[in-house]
């Protein structure tokens, strides 16, 4: 399946290149490294990042839009981690965007940690440490946040796609393509800092849980999972660096809302932090469903 290139770009541009709304609980005081999508750890190889701190550098600066490979040093400040350079998208006294080399080392069973080095015409700040597994799975969000609304687009069986949001819904039976970041190194690993040209696909399994936390609708290439199917498209993003896509279809059966919750999953075992879809059996603006009661309880 094909996305449309142009809105996917103009998407992420904006929601990689510069910063992100802060409110997230999940951001750490002081210098912490988490997942650019969820701000969340652990962060894996290949990934987007988001470094918080101060006196991370002098200016606040983006990477050209659309220019590849990213650059290893902007406005005069670096990031390597454990010794190799890291290819920045933004810079900023607060806050550093960048993708996490695949080269570095991890186990595939533990968590682990890398060291974080920054270096900006200050100086070098004190290093900092970043928890990494093989798999970091996180959404990225409409409002930059790490939480509600996921970035991603509605794809009618016409082929016709648009961005997801409450006052334009998918429809049970439409495919719908999520993009996150930290689903695992792929097969055929673009270099670091350049964009994939959406041919590479992951050797990790990935699922798409859809629906109520009571009974989720599962996708996927997990046969571990119970209701697997194969999911329509599980790589690289097309043309952005360090981002991925899953283009799953919405099955008959999931309900209707303006905030369906949405959980991927990769190599069953390591799950994202919940996002939100907005389905309408009509498509359009959505409806929640009304409120029921099943009786009343007593403590």
Excluded at 119 to 141: D, E, K, L, Y
């Amino acid at each position: 399946m094909k996305a449309n290139i142009l809105m996917k770009s103009c998407v992420f541009h904006v929601l990689l290149a510069f910063p992100g709304c802060l409110f997230s609980e999940s951001i750490p005081a002081g210098t912490g490294v988490v997942s650019a999508a969820s701000y969340s750890a652990p962060v894996a190889p290949g990934s987007l990042i988001t470094i918080f701190g101060s006196n991370l550098a002098t200016v606040t600066e983006s990477a050209a839009p659309g220019v590849t490979p990213l650059p290893a040093t902007i406005g005069g400040t670096s990031v390597s981690i454990d010794g190799l350079p890291a290819p920045l998208l933004f810079v900023s006294p607060g806050q550093i965007n960048a993708q996490m080399p695949a080269g570095v080392s991890i186990s595939p069973d533990l968590l682990t940690t890398a060291n974080v080095a920054v270096t900006s015409p200050m100086g070098t700040i004190a290093p900092a440490t970043a928890s990494t597994f093989v798999n970091g799975p996180a959404a990225f969000t409409l409002d930059s946040s790490g939480c509600g609304q996921a970035a991603a687009l509605n794809v009618t069986p016409s082929g016709a796609s648009s961005l997801n949001s409450p006052d334009n819904s998918a429809a049970p039976g439409d495919y719908v393509e999520i993009f996150g970041t930290g689903l695992g190194v792929l097969d055929q690993q673009p270099a670091d800092g350049t964009a994939s040209a959406g041919a590479d696909r992951f050797y990790i399994p990935t699922a798409v849980s859809i629906g109520s936390d009571v009974a989720p609708v599962v996708f996927g290439r997990n046969p571990g999972l119970s209701s697997a199917m194969a999911a329509a498209y599980s790589g690289a993003a097309p043309t952005l660096v360090g981002v991925d896509q899953i283009n799953f279809q919405i099955p008959a059966g999931t309900r209707n809302g303006c905030a369906v919750p949405l959980l991927l999953t990769a190599d069953g075992v390591a799950a994202s932090p919940v996002v939100t879809l907005s389905i309408n059996a009509n498509r359009g603006a959505c409806l929640d469903p009304p409120q029921r009661s099943y009786g009343r309880s007593a403590w």
